[in-house]
Structure formats: C-alpha cells, structure tokens
C-alpha cells in the first residue's frame, strides 16, 4: 500500500471535520486553512467522499461539509480505500481486488505480502476517527502543558 497525496490530505480533512464534529458543517475554506490543503485539491477529495457516503454537505450562509456519520463510525481505512484503493501491497493478496497471478501456488512471497496487507489492514480498519480525534487532544494537551514550563 502506498499513500497517494490525495490519501492523507483525504485522512486529514476527516480529522478536521471529526474534531469540529459538533459544531455541524463546516466551510471548505476553514478545512482548507487548518489543514493546509490546497482549497480545488479538497473540493475534489470532499466530493469523492460525499460520493461514498462517509460525507454530507448543507448549501447556505450555515452550509459546509459534515460527516455523515460519528467519529467512532468511521475508520481510517474507509477514508484510505476510498481515495487509494485496496490496502494490499499487491493485487494477488487483495481482498477487495484480487487478481489472480500466474505464480500465486508456489509463490513464496505471497505469505509474506498477506501478513503485511493482515497488519496494514487490522491497524486501519480498527482506528476510527475518534481515536484519531482523542490522540489529537492528548497531544495539544502535552505540547501545552510543555510550553508553560
């Protein structure tokens, strides 16, 4: 698996709206600032996930993206397989796309890229956006209490 550009910034824009979840929609633009992403870029990448369904969007002065479900709903692999694809390293290990490989009965590799796809899998799939929203408060927390000292 390799993490396009349009993943993280895709992974970063959910965080966003996870941690102002609360407040309901939320404009492009505030997205776009807080987490530095070019503001055409984030349009695409909000679309694509509205498409999906993990996002819905208001018209209006009040308008903006939110998520269409809560933070703990929503898995960081959900966000990555949306903007990247499988989290496979390579098609013969994939379950959502596997392809058949010419090599695949005695290929020895093919143990070892199931285990990397298994471990890649299991720490994305079990991560949700709360969980990234708490790690988030916990270290504007610690990089506060340092910078008092």
Request: aromatic content about 4%; some cysteine; overall charge positive.
């Amino acid at each position: 698996m390799r993490l396009s550009t349009k993943g993280e910034y895709a992974s970063r824009a959910m965080l966003e709206l996870a941690l102002r979840f609360a407040a309901g929609p939320q404009h492009i633009r505030d997205i776009s600032a807080a987490q530095d992403i070019p503001e055409r870029f984030l349009e695409q990448i909000l679309l694509q996930l509205k498409r999906a369904g993990y996002l819905r969007s208001r018209k209006g002065p009040q308008g903006g993206y939110f998520l269409s479900r809560p933070p703990e709903g929503i898995s960081v692999a959900d966000v990555i397989r949306v903007m990247d694809g499988p989290l496979a390293p390579i098609d013969c290990v994939s379950v959502t796309a596997h392809e058949i490989c010419p090599k695949e009965d005695g290929c020895v590799l093919k143990g070892l890229w199931k285990e990397t796809r298994d471990a890649i899998a299991s720490i994305l799939e079990r991560t949700t956006l709360a969980d990234l929203v708490e790690r988030s408060r916990s270290s504007r927390k610690k990089t506060s209490t340092r910078n008092r000292h």
